[in-house]
C-alpha cells in the first residue's frame, strides 16, 4: 500500500483557525498548537498561515498520511513549525507530559480522509472490489482487519456492532446473513459483503440515496480503528493538557462521535474550568457542501479552558 496521496479538503477550515486563534494575542510566550489528525495538512497550515512563528505537533497514525504529511511539511517550508508523529492521538498526552508540554489550541477532524475512501485496497469503500481491511494504521499486525472481524467474530458480536456503530435496523439479519454465507466461503472482500447487506434489504428499500452498505462498512470501520472508545478516552486527557484561554474544536461526522464530543465538552464545563464556546455545532455553509460533499454531516463544537 501507499502511493500518491490523493487531494483533500479541510472542512470548516475559516471557522475553526478563528476559533483557535481567537485568544492568540493574549497568550504570553512561544504558542504550540495540536493537530490529532494531521491528513493533508489543512488545518495547521491554515494556522500557519495567519501566525508564522507558532509551534505545531501534529499526529496520524496513517502511514500513508505521514509520508506524505512529511513531504507536505518539506514543500511548504514548515520543517521548523511542525512535528509530525506517526501515532494515534490516544497517545499524545503521554507524550506532551514527558516533555512538560501545554498546548494554546488542539483541532481534530474526526472524519476518514478523501484518501483513505478513495484508495481502492484501504477497503474503506465499496465502489470497487478491495481486501477487507480499513485499518488506519494498516503496517500495524495487531489489529484486526475488517476480513478477520467478519469471519471470526461471533454472529451476536456482529449483530451488536452494526447495530451500535451503524445504528443499521437490519442488524440481526445481516449478521445471520454473513455466519450462513462464511460457513462455506471466507468473504474477504468490500464487494462481497456488499452483495450481502444489499440482499439482506427488503427490495423496495435497496435503491434509496444510501447504500444500504454504508452503515455496517462505517461499524467495521469503527470496530477496527476502536475509534469510539479512543475518542471517548483520548478528550479528557487531552483538555487537561491545554492553557489557560486555549480551545480545543473538533469536528465530527456521524451522530455516534458528535455525541461523545458533545458529552465531553458539557461534562467539562460543568465540573469547572472550562466553558462552552458554542452551544450548539458550527455547520457548513451552502457554500461548502457544494464545493465538497463530504462536508454536508460535520459538525464542528468548540470549548475554553478558563
Given at each position: 500500500?501507499?502511493g500518491?496521496?490523493?487531494?483533500?479538503?479541510?472542512?470548516?477550515?475559516t471557522e475553526?483557525?478563528?476559533?483557535?486563534?481567537?485568544?492568540?494575542?493574549?497568550?504570553?510566550?512561544?504558542?504550540?498548537?495540536?493537530?490529532?489528525?494531521?491528513?493533508?495538512?489543512?488545518?495547521?497550515?491554515?494556522?500557519?498561515?495567519?501566525?508564522?512563528?507558532?509551534?505545531?505537533?501534529?499526529?496520524?497514525?496513517?502511514?500513508?498520511?505521514?509520508?506524505?504529511?512529511?513531504?507536505?511539511?518539506?514543500?511548504?517550508?514548515?520543517?521548523?513549525?511542525?512535528?509530525?508523529?506517526?501515532?494515534?492521538?490516544?497517545?499524545?498526552?503521554?507524550?506532551?507530559?514527558?516533555?512538560?508540554?501545554?498546548?494554546?489550541?488542539?483541532?481534530?477532524?474526526?472524519?476518514?480522509?478523501?484518501?483513505?475512501?478513495?484508495?481502492?485496497?484501504?477497503?474503506?469503500?465499496?465502489?470497487?472490489?478491495?481486501?477487507?481491511?480499513?485499518?488506519?494504521?494498516?503496517?500495524?499486525?495487531?489489529?484486526?482487519?475488517?476480513?478477520?472481524?467478519?469471519?471470526?467474530?461471533?454472529?451476536?458480536?456482529?449483530?451488536?456492532?452494526?447495530?451500535?456503530?451503524?445504528e443499521?435496523?437490519?442488524?440481526?439479519?445481516?449478521?445471520?446473513?454473513?455466519?450462513?454465507?462464511?460457513?462455506?466461503e471466507?468473504?474477504?472482500?468490500?464487494?462481497?459483503?456488499?452483495?450481502?447487506?444489499?440482499?439482506?434489504?427488503?427490495?423496495?428499500?435497496?435503491?434509496?440515496?444510501?447504500?444500504?452498505?454504508?452503515?455496517?462498512?462505517?461499524?467495521?470501520?469503527?470496530?477496527?480503528?476502536?475509534?469510539?472508545?479512543?475518542?471517548?478516552?483520548?478528550i479528557?486527557?487531552?483538555?487537561?493538557?491545554?492553557?489557560v484561554?486555549?480551545r480545543?474544536?473538533?469536528?465530527?461526522?456521524?451522530?455516534?462521535?458528535?455525541?461523545?464530543?458533545?458529552?465531553?465538552?458539557?461534562?467539562?464545563?460543568?465540573?469547572?474550568?472550562?466553558?462552552?464556546i458554542?452551544?450548539?455545532?458550527?455547520?457548513?455553509?451552502?457554500?461548502?457542501?457544494?464545493?465538497?460533499?463530504?462536508s454536508r454531516?460535520?459538525?464542528?463544537?468548540?470549548?475554553?479552558?478558563?
Amino acid at each position: 500500500m501507499s502511493g500518491t496521496f490523493l487531494s483533500h479538503f479541510s472542512v470548516l477550515n475559516t471557522e475553526c483557525t478563528d476559533h483557535l486563534l481567537a485568544n492568540y494575542d493574549r497568550q504570553e510566550g512561544e504558542k504550540t498548537y495540536a493537530d490529532l489528525t494531521f491528513g493533508a495538512g489543512g488545518h495547521s497550515l491554515s494556522l500557519l498561515d495567519r501566525h508564522g512563528d507558532l509551534q505545531i505537533i501534529a499526529c496520524d497514525q496513517d502511514p500513508d498520511a505521514f509520508e506524505n504529511g512529511l513531504k507536505i511539511i518539506q514543500e511548504k517550508n514548515y520543517t521548523e513549525n511542525i512535528n509530525l508523529l506517526n501515532i494515534n492521538f490516544a497517545e499524545l498526552p503521554e507524550y506532551l507530559s514527558q516533555r512538560n508540554v501545554q498546548l494554546n489550541g488542539v483541532v481534530a477532524d474526526l472524519g476518514v480522509s478523501s484518501h483513505q475512501f478513495d484508495k481502492d485496497e484501504r477497503g474503506f469503500s465499496f465502489r470497487r472490489d478491495a481486501p477487507l481491511d480499513m485499518r488506519m494504521n494498516y503496517k500495524n499486525s495487531e489489529i484486526y482487519t475488517a476480513e478477520e472481524i467478519v469471519n471470526g467474530y461471533l454472529r451476536e458480536e456482529l449483530e451488536q456492532i452494526f447495530f451500535e456503530f451503524g445504528e443499521e435496523r437490519f442488524s440481526k439479519r445481516i449478521a445471520e446473513k454473513i455466519i450462513e454465507i462464511r460457513s462455506r466461503e471466507k468473504i474477504k472482500t468490500t464487494k462481497q459483503l456488499e452483495d450481502i447487506v444489499f440482499h439482506c434489504y427488503p427490495k423496495k428499500m435497496r435503491f434509496g440515496k444510501t447504500n444500504p452498505s454504508t452503515r455496517v462498512f462505517q461499524a467495521l470501520r469503527i470496530e477496527v480503528n476502536q475509534e469510539l472508545k479512543v475518542l471517548s478516552e483520548a478528550i479528557p486527557r487531552i483538555l487537561e493538557c491545554l492553557k489557560v484561554g486555549a480551545r480545543m474544536v473538533v469536528i465530527s461526522f456521524h451522530s455516534l462521535e458528535d455525541r461523545i464530543v458533545k458529552r465531553a465538552f458539557k461534562t467539562a464545563s460543568l465540573n469547572g474550568g472550562f466553558k462552552l464556546i458554542v452551544k450548539k455545532p458550527i455547520l457548513p455553509s451552502k457554500k461548502e457542501i457544494n464545493e465538497n460533499s463530504r462536508s454536508r454531516s460535520a459538525k464542528l463544537r468548540v470549548i475554553e479552558k478558563i
